[in-house]
């Protein structure tokens, strides 16, 4: 009896290793439209905070009068909001889509990942903003959000893994290098590398 059941317990583990294995892929292709319209918003930003700003570098923000520096913030607080607002939708339909739960144990892990880091890069924000210090805010938003991508992917396949470490590139380089230029960087990373990143998935996965 003893083999039967070593047997029948190491087929369970094996079924349970294929679930998370297929979870894991699939919250990998979760994101693909959603990044797609989150780097058309970013992009959107960043045109709009030229236009108000004149300026690629973020310390600008400073000398503005107080009416345009609202203007900004308010800004990139909305792209904020519709971004994480368009990956909840697209999420939660392609989730149904395909006959599973939205809110499984991969995409709670996936959340606690991401959570911690997005607040540590709010709570910065608003420090450096009390202080007037935005010169430095773009950096720390490439890294933060790049660490947060990089955890979840390893929950999932390669590609998170791969633009988590590019947006950790890029906001060192951003912090000690190119911060006069951090609009500019914004736009390459949450805008293009988004887009980039959002048709390579639904190129690989699917919708």
């Known amino acids: 009896m003893e083999p039967d059941i070593e047997a029948r317990e190491a087929a369970e583990h094996l079924a349970a290793i294929r679930r998370i294995m297929e979870s894991a892929t699939k919250i990998t292709a979760l994101p ?9 918003l970013a992009l959107g930003g960043c045109a709009g905070s030229y236009a108000l700003m004149r300026s690629l570098d973020f ?22 909001i519709l971004a994480v607002l368009c990956d ?19 995409e709670q892990l996936a959340l606690y990942a991401m959570g911690p880091c997005l607040g540590v890069a709010l ?44 947006f950790l ?21 949450f805008g293009l590398g988004h887009i980039v990143y959002g048709a390579y998935l639904l190129r690989r996965f699917g919708d």
Not at 32 to 40: D, E, I, M, S
Not at 170 to 189: K, R
């Open 123 to 166: 709570a910065l924000t608003l420090a450096l903003g009390a202080r007037g210090d935005w010169g430095l805010a773009p950096g720390i938003w490439m890294m933060l959000y790049g660490a947060g991508v990089w955890m979840t992917g390893i929950l999932s396949v390669r590609a998170p893994g791969v633009l988590g470490l590019a």
């Open 88 to 106: 909840v939708v697209l999420s939660v339909r392609l989730a149904r889509r395909n006959g599973r739960s939205p809110w499984s144990r991969l």
């Open 32 to 40: 693909g439209k959603a990044a797609l319209t989150g780097g058309a």
């Open 169 to 189: 590139a890029a906001g060192v380089l951003t912090l000690f290098w190119l911060s006069a230029f951090g609009l500019l960087m914004i736009a390459l990373t």
């Open 59 to 80: 310390a600008a923000l400073a000398g503005l009068p107080a009416s345009k520096r609202a203007a900004v913030i308010a800004l990139w607080g909305g792209v904020g």
